[in-house]
T-cell receptor
Framework: DTAVSQTPKYLVTQMGNDKSIKCEQNLGHDTMYWYKQDSKKFLKIMFSYNNKELIINETVPNRFSPKSPDKAHLNLHINSLELGDSAVYFC????????????FGSGTQLSVL | QKEVEQNSGPLSVPEGAIASLNCTYSDRGSQSFFWYRQYSGKSPELIMSIYSNGDKEDGRFTAQLNKASQYVSLLIRDSQPSDSATYLCAVNGVSGNTGKLIFGQGTTLQVKP
């Protein structure tokens, strides 16, 4: 009965590879997000989709491309991975839009070697 | 100036004491304020939300908001070792009209038995 689920939980890969992280929420929320948490625990928003429409696109390298096939799913594809991409990536959702309380997935620990 | 600032700690308190966690924010128009708890290796979970000036109590937790001073705090009474975690303050950012939640860097709390 997981509310926000993301896969995989761990991702270890080489520099230059392409990888994807998937997220699904069964809360019926309208808005989904990708946040990145660095080694110092700082959580920073990357993207947000509301009903499949991109509404927040922070200053993120264009190697990162989000996709939302429907309002319950949000995926993140990363091209040409770099060492600095190593972090924990959290998917989250909120009932209507940004500014509301967030429900987080369990996170994906990405390690780029 | 960071948009949301917290003392990273660690804040160490003995079991049974009151832990006081503080957060300041820069956007005077912010309306929504949240405290999240994050255990090591886990995702953030919402513990308190507050929208109006004053105090809001929920069990052992009290959130305090002072919009004039742009200050929000979290008090944990009768602190338990299980409260040891990183506490993240989140504020909705009004600039740019996205309303996105902006997180502080978190305060690590250690409750010693």
């Amino acid at each position: 009965d997981t509310a926000v689920s993301q896969t995989p939980k761990y991702l270890v890969t080489q520099m230059g590879n392409d990888k994807s992280i998937k997220c699904e929420q069964n809360l019926g929320h309208d808005t989904m997000y990708w946040y990145k948490q660095d080694s110092k625990k700082f959580l920073k928003i990357m993207f947000s989709y509301n009903n499949k429409e991109l509404i927040i696109n922070e200053t993120v390298p264009n190697r990162f491309s989000p996709k939302s096939p429907d309002k319950a799913h949000l995926n993140l594809h990363i091209n040409s991975l770099e060492l600095g991409d190593s972090a924990v990536y959290f998917c989250a959702s909120s009932y209507r839009g940004p500014g509301e309380k967030l429900f987080f997935g369990s996170g994906t620990q990405l390690s780029v070697l | 100036q960071k948009e949301v600032e917290q003392n990273s700690g660690p804040l160490s308190v003995p079991e049974g004491a009151i832990a006081s966690l503080n957060c300041t924010y820069s956007d005077r128009g912010s309306q929504s304020f949240f405290w999240y708890r994050q255990y090591s290796g886990k995702s953030p979970e919402l513990i308190m939300s507050i929208y109006s000036n004053g105090d809001k109590e929920d069990g052992r937790f009290t959130a305090q908001l002072n919009k004039a001073s742009q200050y929000v705090s979290l008090l944990i009474r009768d602190s338990q070792p299980s409260d040891s975690a990183t506490y993240l303050c989140a504020v909705n950012g009004v600039s740019g009209n996205t309303g996105k939640l902006i997180f502080g860097q978190g305060t690590t709390l250690q409750v010693k038995p």
